[in-house]
């Protein structure tokens, strides 16, 4: 899945009055491979010595947020946004003092401390107005280095500013633009701007395809509202089963967060489920814009009777441990680490305990399942069939990239000479076979596909099927029309194609197909029971 484009906040030192984006009302657009996932309009205005940057972002991210700095020294004053997420609206504030960010979110207060080798702090809020003043106060302070304070995840990054010139001028930015470079834990963002207005007009993260570009400017000031209502998510079943909120420790010490939903009047043991989401920074609901995947199934899953769980990833949320550093092995440690806390839940059968992966998810339940025979059975939805690098090859090929061109690219990371975030993780995986766990996988497997599945293609899975019937007569295939990788319908009329089906993910709210649901239910009723006696 897509990995959200960081992005800064900065407070700069005392000094002369710097120059900065004048007043005015800026329009970007946030997109990724060519795909708009967002607009943003900002608002600078500034008074009594204080400038106000205000921000409306709607789309994949949809926020309102405000930053004050002060006109004389661009020190940051007072931050405040409210993001809507799925579940509701999460207001942040954040307190700058003596290079120590307080971060504020409801329930929680975090402190996010300068680095000792860069002392400037910045703050990463993942919006596009808090981007505008750092060509101006990393030109006002002569910064080289700095401390990235991280607020999704509450923890410092280094970042540098990275000299030397990008390979080629984007459309977007202007003829005479400079640029500038910064390298945040290996991710490049490049920032073209106008050298006597400080006016950016693109941000570019060529690593991940991104871009911002300012597609608009008017010197009148129009006041940041609220966003407008984003998409209705779909309503989940109403519930008949208590969520608790659950930790776990994975194998190299990191505790992950997750919640368990137990059904009511539970009585004696009963089957289980741990859902194990796909690639990218997913959170326990496997949230993709508008879309909780996780968060559908589990609902449908403890009604029916069955006790699940579902966790964020390793540094997502409000889980431990690094996302950037996460690899396979620790990835597979933490399936593992979720597999046997659920074995030892009050009220679980440990002898009928699933195991549920989706998408990359699918990669990694297979081969828990393969080495512990205490696995009752496993649930792949839309599994990979081919190694992720075959995988990247089709997708950006697709989208009309060249084979070869692709393929020195894919050298490069194999090799190390290429970084980018979650680099470390797309190296550590992107080698790995499916067919080699799913051989020796024993237990029964139920895989279930959407035949338009643009991203992990219907006709490569009798290349898995096949490997896994190999030595096991247990597996069970479904295929669904009409159907995408979120296993939600494709819109009417929509093209078949991988940038039209991302932005589907991000826009529409659909709800999971019902006949997966019912596939799933029926599969598990008919493993979860025991044999008759004889």
Same mark, same amino acid.
């Given at each position: 899945?897509?990995?959200?484009?960081?992005?800064?906040?900065?407070?700069?030192?005392?000094?002369?009055?710097?120059?900065?984006?004048?007043?005015?009302?800026?329009?970007?657009?946030?997109?990724?491979?060519?795909?708009?996932?967002?607009?943003?309009?900002?608002?600078?205005?500034?008074?009594?010595?204080?400038?106000?940057?205000?921000?409306?972002?709607?789309?994949?991210?949809?926020?309102?947020?405000?930053?004050?700095?002060?006109?004389?020294?661009?020190?940051?004053?007072?931050?405040?946004?409210?993001?809507?997420?799925?579940?509701?609206?999460?207001?942040?504030?954040?307190?700058?003092?003596?290079?120590?960010?307080?971060?504020?979110?409801?329930?929680?207060?975090?402190?996010?401390?300068?680095?000792?080798?860069?002392?400037?702090?910045?703050?990463?809020?993942?919006?596009?107005?808090?981007?505008?003043?750092?060509?101006?106060?990393?030109?006002?302070?002569?910064?080289?280095?700095?401390?990235?304070?991280?607020?999704?995840?509450?923890?410092?990054?280094?970042?540098?500013? !990275?000299?030397?010139? *990008?390979? &080629?001028? %984007?459309? #977007?930015?202007? /003829?005479?633009?400079?640029?500038?470079?910064? =390298?945040? +834990?290996?991710?490049?963002?490049?920032?073209?701007?106008?050298?006597?207005?400080?006016?950016?007009?693109?941000?570019?993260?060529?690593?991940?395809?991104?871009?911002?570009?300012?597609?608009?400017?008017?010197?009148?000031?129009?006041?940041?509202?609220?966003?407008?209502?984003? !998409?209705?998510?779909? *309503?989940? &079943?109403? %519930?008949? #089963?208590?969520? /608790?909120?659950?930790?776990?420790?994975?194998? =190299?010490? +990191?505790?992950?967060?997750?919640?368990?939903?137990?059904?009511?009047?539970?009585?004696?043991?009963?089957?289980?489920?741990?859902?194990?989401?796909?690639?990218?920074?997913?959170?326990?609901?496997?949230?993709?814009?508008?879309?909780?995947?996780?968060?559908?199934?589990?609902?449908?899953?403890?009604?029916?009777?069955?006790?699940?769980?579902?966790?964020?990833?390793?540094?997502?949320?409000?889980?431990?441990?690094? +996302?950037?550093?996460?690899?396979?092995?620790?990835?597979?440690?933490?399936?593992?680490?979720?597999?046997?806390?659920?074995?030892?839940?009050?009220?679980?059968?440990?002898?009928?305990?699933?195991?549920?992966?989706?998408?990359?998810?699918?990669?990694?339940?297979?081969?828990?399942?393969?080495?512990?025979?205490?696995?009752?059975?496993?649930?792949?939805?839309?599994?990979?069939?081919?190694?992720?690098?075959?995988?990247?090859?089709?997708?950006?090929?697709?989208?009309?990239?060249?084979?070869?061109?692709?393929?020195?690219?894919?050298?490069?990371?194999?090799?190390?000479?290429?970084?980018?975030?979650?680099?470390?993780?797309?190296?550590?995986?992107?080698?790995?076979?499916?067919?080699?766990?799913?051989?020796?996988?024993?237990?029964?497997?139920?895989?279930?596909?959407?035949?338009?599945?643009?991203?992990?293609?219907?006709?490569?899975?009798?290349?898995?099927?096949?490997?896994?019937?190999?030595?096991?007569?247990?597996?069970?295939?479904?295929?669904?029309?009409?159907?995408?990788?979120?296993?939600?319908?494709?819109?009417?009329?929509?093209?078949?194609?991988?940038?039209?089906?991302?932005?589907?993910?991000?826009?529409?709210?659909?709800?999971?197909?019902?006949?997966?649901?019912?596939?799933?239910?029926?599969?598990?009723?008919?493993?979860?029971?025991?044999?008759?006696?004889?």
């Amino acid at each position: 899945m897509l990995i959200p484009m960081p992005s800064i906040v900065a407070v700069a030192h005392v000094g002369a009055l710097p120059r900065r984006p004048p007043n005015g009302t800026y329009v970007y657009t946030l997109a990724q491979n060519g795909v708009t996932l967002a607009k943003s309009t900002i608002s600078i205005s500034s008074a009594a010595g204080a400038i106000s940057v205000g921000e409306n972002i709607r789309g994949v991210v949809n926020a309102v947020a405000k930053t004050t700095y002060d006109a004389a020294t661009l020190h940051e004053k007072a931050y405040a946004a409210t993001f809507r997420l799925a579940h509701g609206s999460q207001p942040t504030t954040v307190r700058l003092k003596a290079g120590i960010a307080t971060v504020h979110v409801p329930g929680q207060t975090v402190k996010i401390h300068a680095l000792a080798a860069a002392p400037l702090l910045l703050l990463g809020d993942n919006l596009v107005g808090t981007n505008l003043f750092i060509p101006a106060i990393l030109a006002h302070t002569h910064t080289s280095a700095f401390t990235l304070a991280v607020l999704s995840g509450g923890r410092a990054m280094l970042a540098r500013v !990275v000299h030397g010139g *990008p390979a &080629a001028r %984007p459309p #977007f930015a202007r /003829r005479r633009d400079h640029h500038l470079a910064v =390298d945040v +834990a290996g991710l490049q963002l490049i920032y073209w701007y106008r050298p006597h207005s400080y006016i950016v007009d693109a941000v570019i993260v060529p690593a991940q395809g991104a871009t911002f570009a300012l597609r608009s400017r008017s010197t009148s000031v129009q006041p940041v509202g609220t966003p407008a209502p984003r !998409v209705t998510p779909v *309503p989940t &079943a109403q %519930p008949h #089963f208590e969520s /608790r909120s659950v930790r776990f420790t994975s194998a =190299d010490g +990191a505790v992950l967060a997750g919640t368990l939903t137990v059904p009511d009047g539970v009585k004696g043991d009963v089957p289980a489920v741990v859902l194990v989401q796909g690639s990218g920074p997913m959170d326990r609901n496997e949230t993709i814009g508008p879309n909780s995947v996780f968060l559908q199934l589990s609902n449908a899953l403890s009604n029916a009777g069955y006790i699940v769980l579902r966790y964020d990833k390793r540094g997502i949320g409000r889980s431990g441990g690094s +996302a950037i550093d996460a690899t396979h092995r620790l990835l597979l440690a933490d399936v593992k680490a979720a597999f046997a806390f659920v074995q030892r839940q009050p009220h679980v059968n440990a002898a009928r305990v699933y195991l549920l992966g989706h998408s990359e998810g699918g990669l990694l339940v297979p081969e828990v399942a393969a080495k512990d025979r205490a696995v009752a059975g496993v649930i792949l939805m839309a599994p990979p069939s081919l190694p992720l690098w075959k995988l990247s090859m089709q997708q950006a090929e697709a989208e009309g990239a060249r084979p070869q061109a692709e393929r020195r690219a894919l050298a490069a990371i194999r090799a190390g000479k290429t970084t980018f975030e979650g680099s470390i993780w797309y190296r550590s995986e992107m080698d790995i076979d499916p067919r080699a766990a799913i051989s020796k996988v024993r237990c029964p497997i139920l895989i279930v596909q959407g035949a338009d599945d643009l991203q992990v293609l219907p006709r490569d899975l009798p290349r898995l099927v096949d490997a896994a019937r190999s030595h096991n007569p247990n597996v069970t295939v479904r295929i669904f029309s009409n159907d995408n990788h979120l296993f939600m319908p494709v819109t009417p009329g929509m093209p078949l194609t991988l940038r039209a089906e991302v932005r589907q993910y991000f826009s529409v709210a659909g709800r999971i197909d019902p006949r997966v649901v019912h596939s799933i239910l029926a599969w598990l009723h008919r493993a979860a029971t025991p044999a008759p006696k004889a």
